[in-house]
């Protein structure tokens, strides 16, 4: 299986901050990576799919780049609505695996 | 609107069975992959099982093989899973998720429906 790491796994910021959350897979998977945004008590929702697509309807301070096993999750000037924790997701191979999240909380 | 709703989580004992449903609405079911990720108390998600859109072919995650399984019904825009021989370990949120098939993100997810395995 292939298996899916995240840094860090908390991150304490501002309103306004720029936030990088690192993803890495432990083989290739070409940019078949997508990153979820999750609320407590809420089922997830898609932000980015193919390492960097932004999907419809997601605010474009979020953004992904990367490729292969490194991928990253940046959020221009941190809104109050960003607080939440974020997930990366391989859907490269079976079974599909998630990262174990990060958490951004307020500073 | 596009979206899905799950229920039937409840209570059940370990051995026990249980089956949850998944409600799609606003698109047809018939066109895409399904599939049902879980996430245990305090935890990550993890994937469970996929449908392809003629649930012609489906695919386990290991440690539900064998025990679960995932139907759909199209014409009546559903997506279910049996679960037999519950363990204290299948407890969690489970959620439905629109996509899965190789190359196919989860776009549409519900809110969840909560599986509860205990004595």
């Known amino acids: 299986d292939i298996q899916m790491t995240q840094s860090p796994s908390t991150l304490s910021a501002s309103v306004g901050d720029r936030v990088i959350i690192t993803c890495r897979a432990s083989q290739s998977i070409s940019r078949w990576l997508a990153w979820f945004q999750q609320k407590s008590g809420k089922g997830p929702k898609l932000l980015i799919y193919?390492?960097?697509s932004l999907q419809s309807g997601v605010p474009s301070r979020f953004s992904g780049s990367g490729s292969g096993t490194e991928f990253t999750l940046t959020i221009n000037s941190l809104q109050p609505d960003d607080f939440a924790t974020y997930y990366c997701?391989?859907?490269?191979?079976?079974?599909?695996?998630f990262g174990p999240g990060t958490k951004v909380d307020v500073k | 609107e596009v979206q899905v709703v799950e229920s039937g989580g409840g209570l059940v004992q370990p051995g026990g069975s249980l089956r949850i449903s998944c409600e799609a609405s606003?698109?047809?079911?018939?066109?895409?992959?399904m599939t049902w990720v879980r996430q245990a108390p305090g935890k990550g998600l993890q994937w469970v099982a996929n449908?392809?859109?003629?649930?012609?072919?489906?695919i386990y995650v290991d440690s539900v093989r064998g025990r679960f399984t995932i139907s759909r019904d199209n014409a009546k825009n559903s997506l279910y899973l049996e679960m037999n021989s519950l363990r204290a370990e299948d407890t969690a949120v489970y959620y439905c998720?629109?996509?899965?098939?190789?190359?196919?993100?989860?776009?549409?997810w519900g809110q969840g429906t909560m599986v509860t395995v205990s004595s």
């Open positions: 449908i392809n859109p003629d649930a012609t072919g489906k």
């Open positions: 997701q391989q859907y490269n191979t079976f079974p599909f695996t």
């Open positions: 193919g390492a960097s």
């Open positions: 606003g698109f047809s079911l018939s066109t895409y992959w």
């Open positions: 998720a629109r996509g899965g098939g190789s190359g196919s993100v989860f776009d549409i």
